[in-house]
């Protein structure tokens, strides 16, 4: 097991917790129960979608894939999740306190989780904590409402762009969607045989992997870039 001095040191690296000292991190150890948890590579999912949402979780180390599948059932999202990293913080209070993705663990991780109701009672004291709490949440809703801007588009490979943009917000590295080309072609209102020759350009280019009812985009903040 890691030292103190070690571990706390680690504590304080990650998202919201950063500024706040080791010695107020070490005050809360008994009640916050900062205990880190090793998960090893698996298909079994740590978290589902539409799980209750009561803890502020954290990445520590490590890779999660997570999924995402669409209300309709029409579409479903893969990405990575990189540590260190706090899971769907935004989605612990409000109108719908549920999670947003499924997630398994890609690698060995570390993870850490804090009670929703522990956060009242010792997190949300510290000016520090809310601070960073502030912060992170005005970036995911500015984040997300920029993805939804209208714009205006004038063909059909800004606007499967554009889809993707929404889908993929605040992702990096690969990521993967899930969907059959005729309803890709409904969603951003194409032919499929016009959607079929865009993947297939792309695919062409190195920018994809096209595979049947799929396709898997090599680095998405990078492809988004390019495609501006």
């Given amino acids: ?58 990445l520590v180390e490590g890779e999660l894939q997570r999924e995402h599948r669409s209300a309709d ?5 893969r990405s990575l999740l990189k540590a260190p990293a706090v899971i769907e913080v935004d989605r612990l209070y409000g109108l719908t306190p549920t999670y947003e993705y499924t997630y398994r663990a890609r690698t060995d991780v570390k993870m850490l989780g804090i009670r929703k109701h522990l956060l009242g009672s010792h997190l949300m004291k510290s000016e520090v904590f809310r601070l960073n709490l502030l912060n992170t949440l005005s970036a995911c809703s500015q984040k997300r409402a ?43 209102g194409e032919r499929r045989l016009t959607v079929s020759q865009l993947l297939n350009r792309w695919s062409e280019e190195g920018s994809i992997r096209l595979g049947r009812g799929h396709f898997t985009i090599y680095d998405i903040q990078t492809f988004l870039e390019i495609k501006k």
């Fill in 1 to 58: 097991m890691q030292d103190l001095s070690t571990r706390y040191a680690l504590l304080t690296r990650l998202p919201l917790l950063q500024g706040i000292s080791s010695r107020e991190l070490l005050g809360w150890e008994e009640t916050l129960r900062l205990d880190i948890d090793e998960f090893p590579p698996s298909d079994l999912p740590l978290i589902r979608q539409g799980d209750n949402c009561s803890q502020l979780i954290y």
């Fill in 73 to 77: 059932c029409i579409y479903t999202t």
């Fill in 146 to 188: 920029a993805a939804l801007l209208p714009c205006q588009l004038d063909n059909a490979e800004e606007r499967l762009c554009h889809f993707i943009g929404t889908l993929f917000p605040d992702c990096e590295g690969e990521a993967e969607l899930i969907i059959h080309m005729t309803e890709l072609a409904r969603y951003i």
